[in-house]
């Protein structure tokens, strides 16, 4: 049985991630800030499946709180078998000479400083047990630039970087990583990123079919589906009406 950790579990992919791995069968590892949507996904997860949840409420950002909850992990919910760095988010859409500070350091905190810590206190112990998988959330942000996206797709650049970085690094230990690009993805994502202007955030999905959090949570089944010598480096992933930064809002 796989012990699962995916953070940012409270909404959108990993919330989908979570419900999805755990019809298999699993020991899962949820994250996130917020206590009680965490410890209503626990109890759902719980009282529908055999899967057993341990919840951690911590921000990513802060490196004192990941280790504090990493290490209060009970033997039961370890090793970890599988790491789903997930929590992220973006703020805001500011060309450079606008940007604010403050919105650029919650990305970079966020998004490359978190995946970090989380896998800097996570990866030691597969290392030593030459076994695991490690899936990132990059974005298609991590291929490409678009206008006012910039501090956000220079965070999932570096998702891309950092896979590649792991990648190479674990080859020795035969552990796994994947990094999943989507596009655009009707989540919570938006509502984030326009600091809770619905209105805002429902028209980056008008004209078009966007992706669900499901579609997501279907590809990571299938790359954790796959048997010990197969390897998925890379998933790329857009709304069949999204390329290359392009979306056709003709629907
Ligand atoms: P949501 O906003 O729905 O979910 C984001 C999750 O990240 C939440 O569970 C949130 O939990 C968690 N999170 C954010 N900041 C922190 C933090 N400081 N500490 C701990 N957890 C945090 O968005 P998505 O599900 O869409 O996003 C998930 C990932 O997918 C992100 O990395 C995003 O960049 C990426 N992505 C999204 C796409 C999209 O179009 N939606 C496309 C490509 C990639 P809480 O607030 O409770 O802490
Ligand atoms: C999130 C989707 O389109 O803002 O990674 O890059 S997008």
Known sequence: MRNI???GATSGFGEAIALTMSKQVCR???TGRREERLMALAQQI????HTKVLPLVFDVRDNVACEKAIQSIPEEFKPIDVLVNNAG????????????LEDWERMIDTNI???LYVT????PQMVERHSGHIINMGSTASHEVYMGGGIYCATKHAVLALSKAMRTDFLPYGIKVTMIAPGAAETEFSNVRFHGNQERADKVYEGYDPLVAQDIADIV???LSRPPHVCLNEVIVTPTAQFNGVINRSK
């Open 120 to 123: 800097r206190l996570v990866a």
């Open 113 to 115: 400083k978190g995946l």
């Open 89 to 100: 988010l973006a703020v805001e859409l500011d060309p450079v000479h606008k940007g604010a």
């Open 5 to 7: 950790m995916i953070t």
């Open 46 to 49: 719980t009282t529908t499946t």
């Open 28 to 30: 899962l590892i949820l």
């Open 221 to 223: 089944e299938f790359v």
